[in-house]
């Protein structure tokens, strides 16, 4: 098993930052792919961005060139930079690991963190 733990939500102004960061521990050994993904009140949860144990990553087009992620397999770790903020990215934003790197849908992850509140008001 492998537990996820998020960190690093909060209320932010729109045009600000904010970094998520996702601590996996437990069986880690079988992680390859990883995500963050994101719902907003009465959306459908939706990819933000992945990332295979390789480093190459996946955006979705309302989040390219605003958002990063990134991973620290030492520390296994992965994290979410976000800049630019709009109020229309206030969401929970879960994380979630794979034992494949394969990964197109909510269903091919394995393990999902319990969320994180992202809030962006002025």
């Known amino acids: 098993q492998v537990q996820l733990v998020e960190s690093g939500g909060g209320l932010v102004q729109p045009g600000g930052s904010l970094r998520l960061s996702c601590a996996a521990s437990?069986?880690?050994?079988?992680?390859?792919?990883m995500g963050w993904y994101r719902q907003a009140p009465g959306k459908q949860r939706e990819l933000v961005a992945a990332?295979?144990?390789?480093?190459?990553?996946n955006y979705a087009d309302s989040v390219k060139g605003r958002f990063t992620i990134s991973r620290d397999n030492a520390k296994n770790t992965v994290y979410l930079q976000m800049n630019s903020l709009k109020q229309e990215d206030t969401a929970v934003y879960y994380c979630?690991?794979?034992?494949?790197?394969?990964?197109?849908?909510?269903?091919?992850?394995?393990?999902w963190g319990q969320g994180a509140q992202v809030t962006v008001s002025s």
């Open positions: 990332i295979t144990s390789g480093g190459s990553t």
């Open positions: 979630a690991a794979a034992n494949t790197e394969m990964v197109r849908t909510p269903r091919d992850y394995d393990y």
């Open positions: 437990g069986s880690i050994f079988s992680i390859n792919a």
